[in-house]
């Protein structure tokens, strides 16, 4: 999978897209990332990438040009198809669903916008899916653009060690996922269930899925209607 983000702040997204686990599925040629600053794709010598909005507003706006420019460079560059999301406040929320499906796209580009947002104008002409990582505002797409690619990255076929890395987390079959628990059995005079010390495999999945079951509805019961 080759991902593009097109942002203010490459070298922030460049030192986290190398990290940890999506580090190594670049290192193993599953995954490739590549961070273009807009910037670059201006033609004024102060290479301007926001103005003032009109009808008059607190911050600045992001210019459509060079945003425009940034995104034609890319589909230029790229023998794939391209799907083009804009990580913004009015999108859907990203599920764990809508990532799934995501991973299986060859090629995604990311608009990381910034400052008080990006003119309608590029919006419309270039029609993103708009995403959305929660009913809260940031300073920049950067952190949600992040999110996206490790939500998304970490389902490509090789990146973890196997599917059920992933198909027993929460969220995954609409259900919170069950509690784990790891060594010592007693610690400070609690113990692990029973049942995952038994080495019965039928009675230790019934567990898991009762426990799902019992976490969500505690948790989360939204998720059950």
């Known amino acids: 999978m080759k991902i593009d983000l097109m942002t203010l702040f490459p070298e922030m997204c460049e030192r986290v897209l190398n990290e940890s686990i999506i580090g190594r599925g670049v290192a193993k040629g599953i995954l490739s990332f590549e961070c273009l600053n807009i910037r670059d794709f201006t033609q004024d010598k102060h290479r301007s990438v926001d103005d003032y909005p009109y009808g008059g507003a607190q911050g600045m706006i992001m210019q459509a040009e060079p945003i425009y420019r940034c995104f034609e460079h890319i589909c230029k560059k790229s023998d794939k198809k391209t799907h083009l999301i804009y990580m913004s406040p009015k999108g859907k929320t990203l599920t764990q669903k809508r990532a799934l499906e995501l991973s299986e796209l060859e090629h995604i580009v990311i608009l990381c916008g910034h400052y008080e947002g990006v003119d309608q104008r590029v919006i419309d002409e270039l029609e993103p899916e708009e995403i959305s990582i929660g009913n809260y505002v940031l300073t920049g797409g950067e952190l949600p653009a992040l999110v996206l690619c490790d939500t998304v990255c970490r389902l490509v076929p090789?990146?973890?060690?196997?599917?059920?890395?992933?198909?027993?987390?929460?969220?995954?079959?609409?259900?919170?996922?069950?509690?784990q628990y790891t060594r010592p059995e007693v610690w400070r005079d609690r113990t692990v269930p029973e049942v995952l010390l038994s080495g019965h495999h039928a009675n230790i999945q019934k567990w898991k899925h009762e426990n799902a079951l019992e976490c969500t509805k505690e948790k989360r019961p939204e998720l059950l209607i």
């Open 158 to 179: 090789g990146v973890l060690s196997g599917t059920v890395c992933f198909t027993e987390e929460s969220h995954f079959d609409g259900l919170l996922e069950h509690a």
